[in-house]
Antibody
Framework: QVQLMESGGGVVQPGRSLRLSCAVS????????MHWVRQAPGKGLEWVAV????????YHADSVKGRFTISRDNSKNTLSLQMNSLRVEDTAVYYC???????????WGQGSLVTVSS | SYVLTQPPSVSVAPGKTAKITCGGN??????VHWYQQKPGQAPVLVIY???DRPSGIPERFSGSSSWNTATLTISRVEAGDEADYYC????????????FGTGTKVTVL
């Protein structure tokens, strides 16, 4: 069955960096675009970034552009999010999600909590 | 940027029908998708392309979209339907922008 498992979250000081990973199984990873979506505590969902199935195209939300970078390794079935210059407002649960044909998300990971605090 | 507006909360008695709206400029011309999120859990897709249900989602969940409003309807509401619900569209006017609604908390009385 389709599984997505995030890792790498934790507590980090403002201005520092953190790298999230999402290990997938149960489907052909290289056939799908993948996303990161986040949710601040008690708040709604916010799209963060998308990467095409072959990694050639990447787009980031304005709120993270220039600080976060999405990437993937199709040989390892792994999606990543490099987060630099972290801010307090980046505190959230970060979900990886799969995009089928169509602009939506059909499977989500369980999420990884990132807390940015001094 | 494109904005999707949902009512913060909807209350419904068991066995009744809940309607959750999602307002956006000309949303009827866009593909609308809906997610259910229970406390402490990841979102789950319940409706895609406005009215299609993924496998495993009960027929009690249905959707529609027209003009400036999309609607998720939950018929014969059960206690297990209590959750937050989010609409979502892809905004082609932006730079690959995926937009979520503000979210609606459904409370089963």
């Amino acid at each position: 069955q389709v599984q997505l498992m995030e890792s790498g979250g934790g507590v980090v000081q403002p201005g520092r960096s953190l790298r999230l990973s999402c290990a997938v199984s149960g489907f052909i990873f290289s056939n799908y675009a993948m996303h990161w979506v986040r949710q601040a505590p008690g708040k709604g969902l916010e799209w963060v970034a998308v990467i095409s199935n072959d990694g050639s195209n990447k787009y980031h939300a304005d709120s993270v552009k220039g600080r976060f970078t999405i990437s993937r390794d199709n040989s390892k079935n792994t999606l990543s999010l490099q987060m630099n210059s972290l801010r307090v407002e980046d505190t959230a649960v970060y979900y990886c999600a799969r995009q089928p044909l169509g602009y939506y998300f059909d499977y989500w990971g369980q999420g990884s909590l990132v807390t940015v605090s001094s | 940027s494109y904005v999707l507006t949902q009512p913060p909360s909807v209350s419904v008695a068991p066995g009744k029908t809940a309607k959750i709206t999602c307002g956006g400029n000309d949303i009827g011309s866009k593909n609308v998708h809906w997610y259910q999120q229970k406390p402490g859990q990841a979102p789950v897709l319940v409706i895609y392309y406005a009215s299609d249900r993924p496998s495993g989602i009960p027929e009690r969940f249905s959707g529609s979209s027209s003009w400036n409003t999309a609607t998720l309807t939950i018929s014969r509401v059960e206690a297990g339907d209590e959750a937050d619900y989010y609409c979502q569209v892809w905004d082609s006017s932006g730079d690959q922008s995926y937009v979520f609604g503000t979210g609606t908390k459904v409370t089963v009385l």
